[in-house]
């Protein structure tokens, strides 16, 4: 039980939900988390922008069929992974929750837990940040794009991406590229403050998730889940993750990576960003679905840290035995 580490993020996330369902945002105060929402998801991905450093992305971008593999698992077999999930069926639960499972496998790779877990595990650091920073990049492209392709195969919803690129452009892109490019003035700043870009960037996902779950339980979101449903939510969760890691291990072993690579392959290519997320489906998706196509990712979210903790505690183990063994051998 040691290794599994509970995130705090996920207690604030419980405790705002709990806010939202017996004290939501009503009448005017509606419209005004409606522009701190906007300006929250700005926020959040200038800083995006701003710890985005291009000499770590340089310095890990050598190894190229490491990065391919990594964005063919995000972007391509978490994918596939989750229609044939839906495709299977077995449970009778709402198109909303099956579409949240999809919107769930298109997003990009989580950027600091992944570095901080390939660090631990002792693992290809310069890799990590290149590979994760890449994904969340493109994934303001992509993600976008695979919400149409993917939710028109689906057939859950209609959902034109298209005339949401502008808000993307506006809320995601520019404020990214901004964040990026004011870098050379504050980065130094940056890497001062790194607990309180983190507590920016906290509260910004806890302002959107408020708003979010406000108009959720205004649209009673809570006579559509019930415990049955939350507990099948969990099980597809963890059979998801598991198959990913299988195949992402077999694959590494297969093409030959050291052990190493085969860390920054579990852990750049097996997790997904609840930073991403929440503020792309707040811009995505009908304001009436939102909260129901949120619920996968938030305990996906939980889930893939704790099974990624245990992860990462094994291969340190296994780094330090090695260690040791060769220091023995060495006297």
């Excluded at 700005?42 to 990594?70: D, N, P, Q, T």
């Excluded at 183990?317 to 023995?328: A, D, F, H, R, V």
């Amino acid at each position: 039980m040691r290794f599994i580490r509970f995130d705090p993020m996920v207690v604030k996330l419980v405790s705002v939900i709990v806010l939202a369902t017996f004290l939501p945002a009503k009448g005017i105060v509606v419209n005004i988390f409606e522009y701190l929402t906007i300006a929250a998801i700005a926020l959040l991905f200038f800083m995006h922008g701003a710890k985005l450093s291009y000499e770590k992305i340089i310095a890990g971008s050598s190894h190229w069929r490491l990065h391919l593999w990594i964005m063919l698992s995000t972007f391509l077999l978490f994918p596939i992974l989750g229609l044939l999930l839906v495709w299977w069926h077995p449970v009778n639960i709402s198109a909303e929750i099956y579409a949240g499972f999809i919107y769930l496998c298109i997003l990009p790779a989580t950027v600091q837990s992944a570095i901080a877990f390939t660090s631990l595990a002792g693992g290809n650091v310069a890799a990590a940040v290149c590979s994760a920073s890449a994904s969340s990049l493109l994934s303001i492209f992509i993600s976008p794009l695979l919400v149409n392709i993917v939710m028109d195969m689906h057939n859950s919803m209609s959902i034109n991406v298209f005339e949401q690129f502008g808000k993307i452009l506006l809320q995601l892109l520019v404020p990214f590229l901004i964040g990026h490019l004011a870098r050379r003035w504050i980065a130094i700043w940056v890497e001062k403050n790194h607990s309180l870009i983190s507590r920016i960037d906290q509260m910004s996902i806890l302002l959107v998730v408020y708003s979010v779950f406000s108009e959720a339980v205004a649209n009673g979101i809570w006579h559509q889940v019930s415990t049955n449903t939350l507990l099948w939510i969990v099980a597809g969760c963890f059979i998801l993750l598991a198959m990913v890691l299988a195949i992402n291990i077999c694959v590494s072993r297969f093409l030959g990576f050291g052990r190493a690579d085969e860390i920054v392959v579990l852990f750049c290519g097996s997790k997904k960003s609840l930073a991403n997320g929440v503020p792309l489906a707040n811009i995505l998706f009908p304001a009436n679905v939102v909260g129901i196509v949120l619920l996968p990712l938030m305990i996906f979210h939980q889930i893939q840290l704790m099974v990624c903790s245990f992860i990462a505690q094994y291969y340190h183990q296994l780094y330090e035995k090695t260690n040791t063994g060769c220091e023995k051998g060495n006297d």
